[in-house]
């Protein structure tokens, strides 16, 4: 019997200066293309993540699924591991984290899927996986990310 699907991300994180003696944390998400996704913001933001094959490491899979997720490749960093997030439906993801304070993408560019659209129409289109992708604060992050992934957030935290 196969074992889950298994996808490995990337959630940076940098401290921004705000009014006064604290700084804000913030986070790096992608907001997920597609139809299904277009008109939702809660819960339908992910950190760059996908699918990776039994044998290769996780963060490599990290690195190259950010790349094509993003359009740029992730900076060089210390990347820390945050251990695994599961999905009800049994996915698996690996997340990595790493501190990024420049890291600020001139465009987001991100490969593309095919799907039928509209549904049942026999119409092929091709939407970009990720169609939007920005710095965001910790508090937001917890509405924006698909449930599953918020435990990161707080796992982040305890690590920084």
Not at 138 to 153: F, G, M, N, S, T
């Amino acid at each position: 019997m196969a074992g889950p699907v298994r996808s490995a991300g990337i959630l940076l994180w940098r401290r921004m200066a705000s009014e006064g003696a604290a700084a804000t944390l913030e986070v790096f998400v992608a907001h997920m293309g597609g139809p299904f996704w277009a008109r939702k913001d809660e819960h339908a933001w992910s950190i760059p993540k996908g699918e990776y094959e039994v044998g290769e490491p996780p963060l490599e899979a990290a690195k190259r699924e950010f790349a094509e997720e993003i359009g740029t490749r992730p900076p060089d960093a210390d990347y820390l591991s945050l251990g695994d997030v599961r999905y009800s439906s049994g996915k698996l993801v690996a997340v990595f984290a790493a501190e990024a304070a420049d890291f600020a993408p001139n465009e987001i560019v991100s490969n593309a899927f095919d799907v039928e659209w509209t549904p049942r129409s026999g119409r092929t289109q091709s939407f970009p996986e990720v169609d939007d992708a920005r710095w965001i604060t910790i508090d937001e992050a917890r509405v924006k990310l698909v449930k599953a992934q918020a435990p990161i957030l707080d796992r982040l935290l305890d690590a920084i």
